[in-house]
């Protein structure tokens, strides 16, 4: 929900901006209509500070009203001091005219003779006074920084477009009560909000009625929590059937101090996992997942919680098909590819059947975030085992091909297995601590990549041949009717 151009009251769409603010009418629309572009409320031009006449110091109390009124939503306000007409004056009018800049912060001039200054007052903190050389870029750049403050402390007013569709750096979200936006969790953000400075922008937050639908967009869960995304400008849309992965997103639930601290070690570490949004509660998704189990379902539902974990699991092999709402091409697929799961599931069923760590998932990626890079729907991927998974496309379609490229793939796999087991007892040169130490001959790897039931070549090769479990399987050569 964009302002109308033609509002042509600054004032009257500034004041309906605040009334937007805290109920996101735009947040269910579609990117058409994403605040922060030209029409959204905030003009891009350098505004003039009036002197307060039969004040006692005019131009002074001109300043501080100038700030009063236009501190809000923004928490920033820039103000030159600058002659009437001077060159400085024409470029902090060049400057104000970016809009990348106007709805970071205010800016406005206040005209005096002599000696000029830029200085730039934030909600909360000190200001800041510009040293730099005064050409366009370097203050543009400078504005774009320093109108953030170090930790933003959200009181009243939030705004979505400085903090998230229009920010161009990462944000982070502190998610507390604003009852515990206290002064020990700021002591806490503030140094990692130095370190990052550049990269991520702090603010304390809260999941209140006014936010709701802001936080869901953004899969904020709870009112007590961090969520970290490295590009918030992007946004999660569901209805598309291709998808590239969108930027990183960390997230950490129920705060401490010392959680919080750790929590960017983690970032600067690189160890923190991947969030990725899913339209249900982690702990729904789990009880589903066991519901589904107890069932006898064979295909397992992925969502954006366990994708990873589950694709990445070097135990298994995962089959993945990617679907997408009103997909006609998945609907078509659907039950040929519930026959590849019901298939897999009675040859995992005997006591160490290598089809046990075979899995059959599907993940609705209109509902739920993921990692990969997909053209079209229905789109298959299958993630071999092992500790380096590279996933590869799948192009088939037919009950028959996918079988028979799941036994050929799992039953190299097998053997691979079976050639890095043999190949343990000897020391590897630049191993790990764990790899380098030799197994003794007879004992089962404490962590074996494949469970078979006894370590023996002819035994594990002969469970995946067609002539011993596929061949009992009646039915597999005609069933053609899922081909697309
Ligand atoms: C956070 O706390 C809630 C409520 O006590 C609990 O249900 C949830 O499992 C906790 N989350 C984590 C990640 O520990």
């Not at 200085?119 to 366009?136: A, I, L």
């Amino acid at each position: 929900m964009a302002l109308p151009r033609s509002l042509g009251l600054d004032g009257l769409a500034v004041v309906l901006h605040l009334l937007l603010l805290f109920s996101y009418p735009w947040a269910s629309s579609t990117s058409s209509s994403v605040p922060g572009s030209a029409d959204e409320g905030f003009k891009a031009e350098l505004l003039v500070v009036e002197p307060i006449s039969g004040a006692e110091r005019p131009e002074e109390q001109g300043i501080r009203e100038f700030l009063a009124r236009n501190m809000e939503p923004r928490h920033a306000v820039a103000v030159v001091v600058a002659g009437r007409g001077s060159k400085r004056h024409k470029l902090l009018e060049e400057v104000a005219a970016d809009k990348d800049l106007s709805h970071l912060l205010a800016l406005g001039i206040s005209f005096a003779k002599g000696k000029t200054s830029l200085k730039v007052y934030r909600y909360m903190y000190d200001e800041e006074v510009y040293t730099g050389k005064w050409t366009r870029n370097a203050i543009q750049s400078w504005l774009q920084d320093v109108s953030y403050p170090p930790v933003y402390r959200m009181n009243q007013q939030f705004a979505p477009t400085k903090y998230l569709t229009n920010n161009p750096f990462g944000v982070v979200l502190v998610v507390k009560p604003l009852s515990e936006h206290s002064d020990a969790l700021l002591k806490v953000l503030e140094p990692h909000a130095a370190k990052f400075r550049g990269r991520l922008k702090i603010a304390l937050f809260t999941r209140a009625a006014g936010t709701t639908q802001l936080c869901d967009q953004y899969g904020v869960r709870t009112d007590n929590e961090i969520l970290l995304l490295e590009k918030p400008q992007e946004t999660f849309r569901g209805s598309r059937h291709s998808r590239a992965p969108l930027a990183p997103k960390h997230r950490m639930e129920n705060l401490t101090l010392a959680g919080i601290d750790q929590f960017f070690v983690d970032y600067s570490a690189g160890t923190l996992p991947r969030y990725l949004t899913s339209p249900m509660s982690r702990q729904k998704h789990e009880q589903k997942l066991l519901a589904d189990a107890a069932a006898g379902e064979s295909l397992r539902e992925l969502a954006g919680w366990d994708f990873v974990h589950t694709v990445e699991d070097p135990k298994s092999s995962v089959l993945v098909e990617f679907v997408s709402t009103n997909c006609e091409s998945c609907n078509e697929f659907d039950e040929a590819y519930r026959q590849v799961a019901r298939k897999i599931r009675e040859l995992s069923l005997p006591q160490n059947s290598p089809w046990s760590n075979v899995i059959v998932a599907r993940i609705d990626q209109s509902a739920n975030e993921h990692t990969e890079f997909i053209k079209g729907t229905p789109w298959l991927k299958y993630w071999p085992r092992g500790l380096k998974k590279r996933p590869v496309d799948v192009e088939l379609r037919s009950v028959e091909s996918i079988m028979q490229f799941l036994e050929e793939r799992t039953s190299a796999e097998i053997d691979e297995a079976k050639d890095s087991l043999s190949s343990t007892s000897r020391p590897k040169a630049g191993g790990g601590k764990t790899e380098t130490k030799a197994l003794p001959p007879q004992a089962k790897p404490s962590a074996p990549i494949v469970q078979l039931g006894q370590p023996s070549p002819t035994k594990s090769r002969g469970y995946l041949s067609t002539d011993s479990d596929l061949s009992e399987d009646s039915g597999l050569a005609d069933d053609q009717e899922g081909e697309l």
